[in-house]
């Protein structure tokens, strides 16, 4: 499956945006979808991710209240919604899908089979 992700950009703390990532290649309903993000000198870390079957979405405590997991599975297409930003946000946001990944094992990106190319998010305080 190929995944690309947009909507990124500049935004002032307080702020939102919203990140948007589509899937090609196969229909990932069936699909755990997260999200990732990776700030310069620092590891890439766990966002977010919705299970296949859209089942309540799980989150890093960092961004818990704040950011919102969505996926419209017509649309092949799984969205972030950020708010509340903060300077701490800035980074590169990346999509990841796998088929086969379990619950606890999805904070991992190393689970992940497949990437999108991530969308750079710049918060300024």
């Known amino acids: 499956v190929q995944l690309q992700a947009s909507g990124g950009g500049l935004v002032q703390a307080g702020g939102s945006l919203r990140l948007s990532c589509v899937a090609s290649?196969?229909?990932?309903?069936?699909?755990?979808l997260g999200w990732f993000r990776q700030a310069p000198g620092k590891e890439r870390e766990f966002v977010g991710v919705?299970?296949?079957?859209?089942?309540?979405?799980i989150y890093a405590p960092s961004v818990k209240g704040r950011f919102t997991i969505s996926r419209d599975n017509a649309k092949n297409t799984v969205y972030l919604q950020m708010n509340s930003l903060k300077p701490e946000d800035t980074a590169v946001y990346y999509c990841?899908?796998?088929?086969?990944?379990?619950?606890?094992?999805?904070?991992?990106?190393?689970?992940?089979?497949?990437w999108g190319q991530g969308t750079l998010v710049t918060v300024s305080s």
């Open positions: 990841a899908a796998d088929r086969d990944v379990i619950l606890s094992s999805a904070t991992n990106p190393a689970e992940f089979d497949s």
């Open positions: 290649g196969r229909t990932v309903s069936t699909y755990t």
């Open positions: 919705t299970r296949r079957y859209n089942s309540n979405p």
